[in-house]
Nanobody
Framework: VQLVQSGGGLVQPGGSLRLSCVVS????????IGWFRQAPGKEREGVSC????????LYTDSAKGRFTISRDNAKSTVYLQMNSLKAEDTAVYYC?????????????????WGQGTQVNVSS
């Protein structure tokens, strides 16, 4: 299984970015993709996740109302649209994959990880 990320960069507060994660190698539809982030000096934390087979989603409180996770199965890609970005959203963002469709952010369940992409929110 491989996850390849793109997107990220520098944006001003209040701006938007979209992250992409291309997923390959799964032989089952029963998996979920999560987005996590890690700021300097902080633990990695969940942001949002989506079930591949039925599209159900889960968001942490910090992401609700500002971030939207979606998938395009034809392109094997999961997106994280981030709007109204704040300085505290600055972090390295990772997509990750877990087997099964139970949506949660328990890190040990996520076996496969993307390479990470830096998001900087600054004026």
């Amino acid at each position: 299984v491989q996850l390849v990320q793109s997107g990220g960069g520098l944006v001003q507060p209040g701006g938007s970015l979209r992250l992409s994660c291309v997923v390959s190698g799964f032989t089952t539809e029963n998996y979920a993709i999560g987005w996590f982030r890690q700021a300097p000096g902080k633990e990695r934390e969940g942001v949002s996740c989506i079930s591949n087979n039925d599209g159900k989603t889960l968001y942490t409180d910090s992401a609700k109302g500002r971030f939207t996770i979606s998938r395009d199965n034809a392109k094997s890609t999961v997106y994280l649209q981030m709007n109204s970005l704040k300085a505290e959203d600055t972090a390295v963002y990772y997509c990750a994959a877990k087997r099964g469709i139970l949506l949660r952010f328990w890190l040990p369940e996520y076996e496969y990880w993307g390479q990470g992409t830096q998001v900087n929110v600054s004026s």
